[in-house]
């Protein structure tokens, strides 16, 4: 019940002495006390009642309400028989704890007071936790077999008030009553459940994103064979999903607790039913995987790929384009990976999750997603509706080997990783790390193989650059200079300081600018004209400079190898 109820009773005889704004306080008990400290009684909730015997002085009061507040009491309720007025010093301290405070008449026993309130609060938790075991069973009855998340989460919302949705590990929205959750809130969301995941901390969490407190329920995946508590957290935390409920569960009553979490258990056996469905695309990208990586006729391969378009693209008329996608997981800081984590099947529910439309709401929308996984690598064979005409040509005929199609709407490695850097970060703490590598789209069965070697190349580009969560795409692949992180770091010192070292030291005992020199005039083409102008040098001046530059090193500055070598020492420095 709340204090607004009680000053509203009139047989209770009690008088509002601060607090109004307070009045919204649920009453959970009421204890009867003249000790100086009875916190070792409370647990919070309780209307407190005293009459005001362990006041000896005004200095009693703020240490006494102290007491009081910090043990989350509702308030405080003082009787008038023995003092008359209650004291200032009291008001004021209650005040300051923002403590609402009453005046009992001296007419009124606190046995009546008390007497009251049990019967209204014990009434009232008889009638909630009828409540609360009949929608249970409705619920359990209803579940989501009948009608998927949503018929669970519209129960929430009509009998308790409760406004939830299901989210993915990368915070989106798979279900939702009501008004759908933005998708900034969705991330930051499943970025603190993982967080807390990771951490160690046991469910529900309580997060506030945009003041707005949520409590966020673990959904487990129970169709795994393992129980889920002897199980290394790595292994499920970026693919299992949450439910967050708009509400703060940390004051919450067992029952009500208890209900939710049979809820996510109902939420759990539609998710394990969503994932025996992608049974067939995954064994379909693994079929096709394994006749592209033993070297398969392409005649055979493309017959396979026929029989995925129409599960992957129902309706299609014509044969799609193909990308490919490679990613990895790989925990521990050393990149070899944690003992007893099979990193494979991580990889590729988390593939599974990423290629989906950030912007699409749903389980359903990863159907045209088929995602094998061989070793500790995840590979998505993801279709591409051709677009007629975008690229003038007919497509290829079995056997031959297709290029890149610039017209089909291909998968770009920055834009699959924009929206779910947070969250996976998140989930990847401080051991884990996440690469991905997009091929171009190709067009013919013998193009697979080459797609899958570019996607392969394109993840150990992104596994070399720094950071939890790195793509790199086929794009990327066609500059030298994203091969350069892969040489090892003596031979690149090695290698500018004998090219470069020399000029260095002569520019520091000279002042004669000669590195600065070199860059422009590598930049420049090697252009006599341009440079000078660049440089605002006059032309003798440059040839000087450079055959300095040439005298010091022992290089031909007219030869494209040295010109080659200087350029690929300036970018490694």
């Given at each position: 019940?709340?204090?607004?109820?009680?000053?509203?009773t009139?047989?209770?005889?009690?008088?509002?002495?601060?607090?109004?704004?307070?009045?919204?306080?649920?009453?959970?008990?009421?204890?009867?006390?003249?000790?100086?400290?009875?916190?070792?009684?409370?647990?919070?909730?309780?209307?407190?009642?005293?009459?005001?015997?362990?006041?000896?002085?005004?200095?009693?009061?703020?240490?006494?309400?102290?007491?009081?507040?910090?043990?989350?009491?509702?308030?405080?309720?003082?009787?008038?028989?023995?003092?008359?007025?209650?004291?200032?010093?009291?008001?004021?301290?209650?005040?300051?704890?923002?403590?609402?405070?009453?005046?009992?008449?001296?007419?009124?026993?606190?046995?009546?007071?008390?007497?009251?309130?049990?019967?209204?609060?014990?009434?009232?938790?008889?009638?909630d936790?009828?409540?609360?075991?009949?929608?249970h069973?409705?619920?359990?009855?209803?579940?989501?077999?009948?009608?998927?998340?949503?018929?669970?989460?519209?129960?929430?919302?009509?009998?308790?008030?409760?406004r939830?949705w299901?989210?993915s590990?990368?915070?989106?929205?798979?279900?939702?009553?009501?008004?759908?959750?933005p998708?900034?809130?969705?991330?930051?969301?499943?970025?603190?459940?993982?967080?807390?995941?990771?951490?160690?901390?046991?469910?529900?969490?309580?997060?506030?994103?945009?003041?707005?407190?949520?409590?966020?329920?673990?959904?487990?995946n129970?169709?795994?064979?393992?129980?889920?508590?002897?199980?290394?957290?790595?292994?499920?935390?970026?693919?299992?999903?949450?439910?967050?409920?708009?509400?703060?569960?940390?004051?919450?009553?067992?029952?009500?607790?208890?209900?939710?979490?049979?809820?996510?258990?109902?939420?759990?056996?539609?998710?394990?039913?969503?994932?025996?469905?992608?049974t067939?695309?995954?064994?379909?990208?693994?079929?096709?995987?394994?006749?592209?990586?033993?070297?398969?006729?392409?005649?055979?391969?493309?017959?396979?790929l026929?029989?995925?378009?129409?599960?992957?693209?129902?309706?299609?008329?014509?044969?799609?384009?193909?990308?490919?996608?490679?990613?990895?997981?790989?925990?521990?800081?050393?990149?070899?990976?944690?003992?007893?984590?099979?990193?494979?099947?991580?990889?590729?529910?988390?593939?599974?999750?990423?290629?989906?439309?950030?912007?699409?709401?749903?389980?359903?929308?990863?159907?045209?997603?088929?995602?094998?996984?061989?070793?500790?690598?995840?590979?998505?064979?993801?279709?591409?509706?051709?677009?007629?005409?975008?690229?003038?040509?007919?497509?290829?005929?079995?056997?031959?080997?297709?290029?890149?199609?610039?017209?089909?709407?291909?998968?770009?490695?920055?834009?699959?990783?924009?929206?779910?850097?947070?969250?996976?970060?998140?989930?990847?703490?401080?051991?884990?790390?996440?690469?991905?590598?997009?091929?171009?789209?190709?067009?013919?069965?013998?193009?697979?193989?080459?797609?899958?070697?570019?996607?392969?190349?394109?993840?150990?580009?992104?596994?070399?650059?720094?950071?939890?969560?790195?793509a790199?795409?086929?794009?990327?692949?066609?500059?030298?200079?994203?091969?350069?992180?892969?040489?090892?770091?003596?031979?690149?010192?090695?290698?500018?300081?004998?090219?470069?070292?020399?000029?260095?030291?002569?520019?520091?005992?000279?002042?004669?600018?000669?590195?600065?020199?070199?860059?422009?005039?590598?930049d420049?083409?090697?252009?006599?004209?341009?440079?000078?102008?660049r440089?605002?040098?006059?032309?003798?001046?440059?040839?000087?400079?450079?055959?300095?530059?040439?005298?010091?090193?022992?290089?031909?500055?007219?030869r494209?190898?040295?010109?080659?070598?200087?350029?690929?020492?300036?970018?490694?420095?």
């Amino acid at each position: 019940m709340r204090l607004r109820a009680l000053l509203e009773t009139d047989a209770l005889g009690l008088r509002l002495l601060g607090g109004e704004d307070e009045l919204d306080r649920t009453v959970r008990g009421v204890m009867t006390t003249d000790l100086r400290d009875p916190s070792r009684y409370l647990s919070g909730g309780e209307l407190v009642l005293t009459g005001l015997a362990w006041r000896r002085d005004s200095a009693d009061s703020e240490p006494f309400v102290r007491i009081l507040a910090s043990a989350g009491v509702a308030g405080l309720a003082a009787g008038e028989a023995e003092l008359g007025a209650i004291p200032d010093d009291l008001v004021q301290a209650c005040l300051r704890h923002r403590l609402p405070l009453f005046a009992v008449n001296e007419s009124v026993a606190f046995a009546t007071i008390t007497e009251y309130v049990v019967r209204q609060v014990s009434g009232e938790r008889a009638g909630d936790l009828a409540a609360v075991v009949d929608r249970h069973r409705r619920l359990m009855t209803s579940g989501p077999a009948g009608g998927g998340p949503e018929v669970v989460l519209d129960l929430l919302g009509s009998d308790l008030d409760l406004r939830a949705w299901v989210l993915s590990p990368t915070g989106r929205q798979i279900a939702g009553a009501g008004t759908p959750l933005p998708r900034e809130t969705g991330a930051a969301l499943a970025g603190e459940h993982l967080s807390a995941t990771r951490g160690g901390r046991r469910g529900p969490h309580r997060a506030v994103t945009r003041g707005v407190t949520y409590s966020l329920f673990p959904i487990r995946n129970t169709g795994r064979g393992t129980a889920p508590a002897s199980r290394d957290v790595r292994e499920t935390v970026l693919s299992d999903w949450l439910l967050a409920v708009e509400a703060d569960a940390g004051d919450w009553p067992a029952a009500r607790l208890d209900l939710l979490q049979g809820v996510t258990q109902l939420i759990a056996v539609e998710r394990d039913r969503r994932d025996a469905a992608r049974t067939v695309r995954r064994r379909l990208a693994q079929e096709v995987l394994e006749l592209v990586q033993t070297g398969a006729a392409p005649a055979e391969i493309a017959a396979r790929l026929r029989v995925a378009a129409p599960v992957l693209l129902p309706g299609l008329g014509t044969a799609p384009h193909w990308q490919v996608v490679v990613a990895r997981v790989e925990w521990g800081e050393s990149g070899t990976g944690a003992p007893g984590i099979e990193a494979g099947p991580v990889a590729q529910s988390l593939l599974e999750e990423i290629l989906v439309d950030p912007t699409t709401a749903g389980p359903d929308s990863a159907d045209r997603i088929a995602v094998a996984h061989t070793g500790d690598e995840a590979i998505a064979l993801v279709p591409l509706p051709a677009v007629p005409g975008a690229d003038g040509d007919a497509p290829a005929e079995e056997g031959e080997a297709g290029p890149a199609v610039d017209g089909a709407a291909g998968l770009h490695a920055d834009a699959l990783l924009s929206a779910v850097r947070g969250p996976l970060s998140a989930g990847l703490a401080d051991d884990g790390r996440l690469t991905l590598g997009v091929s171009a789209a190709v067009h013919s069965a013998e193009g697979l193989r080459g797609a899958l070697e570019e996607a392969r190349h394109a993840r150990r580009v992104a596994a070399a650059r720094p950071g939890r969560v790195c793509a790199a795409g086929h794009h990327e692949l066609a500059s030298h200079v994203l091969l350069l992180p892969f040489v090892p770091d003596d031979v690149r010192r090695a290698f500018t300081a004998r090219l470069l070292d020399p000029l260095r030291d002569y520019d520091r005992r000279h002042r004669a600018e000669l590195i600065p020199t070199l860059e422009a005039f590598l930049d420049c083409d090697g252009s006599w004209t341009r440079c000078a102008g660049r440089l605002h040098l006059h032309v003798n001046t440059l040839r000087y400079r450079v055959g300095r530059i040439e005298q010091l090193t022992g290089r031909d500055l007219s030869r494209l190898e040295d010109k080659l070598d200087f350029f690929l020492a300036l970018r490694m420095s």
